[in-house]
């Protein structure tokens, strides 16, 4: 088999090539980089998460979600809080201008699903979605 024929190449790349629309995309629509933008996204369609579900929700490693949640604090867009049954832990969840930015990004990020998946008909587009989730529940299970 060629390497430019494998699934994990070809789904590299496609990232890849999405990614770089995406990050221009991110900041023109909601005014947050691409991680802040990810992790607000995850906050407002799971919340309230602590840090290490916000990373699992997000595709981060811990540091990576724990930074972006502080940058979402002090832009006034998450609220960070502490839990009581846990000292160190936290809940994060959206502050009303939060709520109003990932509406910006959940319209952003529709927009960019829509562009990416326009080659495909509608009825490519749904098998296409049930083979990655078949693919990713594999995955997970391995």
């Given at each position: 088999?060629?390497?430019?024929?494998?699934?994990t190449?070809?789904?590299?790349?496609l990232h890849k090539l999405?990614?770089l629309?995406?990050?221009?995309a991110?900041?023109?629509?909601t005014?947050?980089?691409i991680?802040?933008?990810r992790c607000?996204?995850?906050i407002?369609?799971?919340?309230p998460?602590?840090?290490n579900d916000?990373a699992r929700?997000a595709?981060?490693n811990?540091g990576q979600?724990?930074?972006?949640a502080q940058?979402?604090?002090?832009?006034?867009?998450v609220?960070k809080q502490?839990?009581a049954?846990?000292g160190?832990?936290?809940?994060?969840?959206?502050t009303r201008?939060?709520?109003?930015t990932?509406?910006?990004?959940?319209?952003?990020?529709?927009?960019r699903?829509?562009e990416?998946?326009?080659?495909?008909?509608?009825?490519?587009?749904?098998v296409f979605s049930?083979?990655?989730?078949?693919?990713i529940?594999?995955?997970e299970?391995?």
């Amino acid at each position: 088999m060629q390497l430019n024929r494998t699934l994990t190449y070809r789904l590299h790349r496609l990232h890849k090539l999405t990614d770089l629309e995406s990050q221009r995309a991110y900041p023109a629509a909601t005014g947050l980089s691409i991680s802040d933008g990810r992790c607000l996204g995850a906050i407002g369609a799971f919340g309230p998460l602590s840090i290490n579900d916000l990373a699992r929700q997000a595709n981060l490693n811990k540091g990576q979600a724990s930074r972006a949640a502080q940058a979402l604090v002090d832009q006034g867009l998450v609220i960070k809080q502490g839990v009581a049954e846990d000292g160190r832990g936290v809940s994060l969840s959206l502050t009303r201008e939060g709520e109003k930015t990932w509406q910006k990004t959940m319209d952003m990020i529709t927009r960019r699903n829509h562009e990416i998946f326009g080659c495909l008909s509608p009825e490519e587009a749904e098998v296409f979605s049930r083979v990655l989730d078949r693919l990713i529940e594999h995955a997970e299970s391995a």
